[in-house]
C-alpha cells in the first residue's frame, strides 16, 4: 500500500517504484479516481498498457468516467 498520490499530476510517481518491483502486480486498486485517470493516461509513457499490462480500479465515482475509455473499473462507494 502505497500513500501520497493525491492527485493527477503527481500520480504518474507510481511508475519509478513499480518497475522497481520483482514482480510487476497485475491490478491496483487506487482509492480516487483521479489518481487512477492520471496512472491511465501515463501509463503508456511508462510501457504499460492498460488493462493488458495493468487493470486499474478507481473507488470513487468522481468525473473522470469519460476519459477511462472503459480501460479502467471505476466504482462508486457505498454511502
Do not use: C
Request: cysteine-free.
Amino acid at each position: 500500500m502505497l500513500n501520497g498520490y493525491r492527485d493527477m499530476k503527481n500520480s504518474a510517481a507510481i511508475f519509478p517504484w513499480l518497475h522497481s518491483l520483482d514482480e510487476r502486480p497485475t491490478a491496483m486498486l487506487i482509492t480516487g479516481d483521479e489518481v487512477a485517470t492520471g496512472i491511465l493516461l501515463t501509463a503508456p509513457q511508462h510501457g504499460l498498457r492498460v488493462p493488458e499490462d495493468i487493470a486499474i480500479i478507481g473507488f470513487d465515482n468522481q468525473h473522470y468516467r469519460q476519459i477511462m475509455d472503459g480501460r479502467a473499473r471505476l466504482r462508486e462507494p457505498p454511502i
